[in-house]
């Protein structure tokens, strides 16, 4: 009986903190190759565009590898916005980096 009460109160124990787990932020899902349309994204980017950027919209994301004189390649979501709007960058756990000129995203 004493068994079995601490197997179901391990199990009970278990479960509490399964259920208390944070929920990951949406990772980027692509088409195969590192430099690809972004079918899902975080939705913080979504947040950040409606916050600093009224009255754009996200027209494309993409995953693309950027490299800086100081720092070698990393995977960054390249946000493609509308009209005259900037083109914007955020690392892959989609916190803001900076912008570009409107149809100056990098390649």
Do not use: R, W
């Amino acid at each position: 009986m004493k068994n079995l009460f601490l197997a179901c109160l391990a199990a009970c124990t278990l479960a509490l903190f399964q259920s208390c787990k944070q929920e990951e932020s949406l990772k980027p899902t692509t088409s195969g190759s590192s430099n690809g349309t972004v079918s899902q994204y975080c939705p913080a980017i979504d947040d950040y565009v409606a916050a600093h950027y009224p009255g754009c919209t996200i027209e494309q994301v993409t995953i693309k590898a950027v490299a800086t004189a100081a720092t070698p390649a990393v995977d960054v979501h390249a946000v493609e916005l509308d009209g005259n709007c900037p083109c914007l960058l955020f690392d892959i756990d989609c916190n803001f980096i900076g912008e570009f000129a409107s149809g100056q995203c990098p390649d």
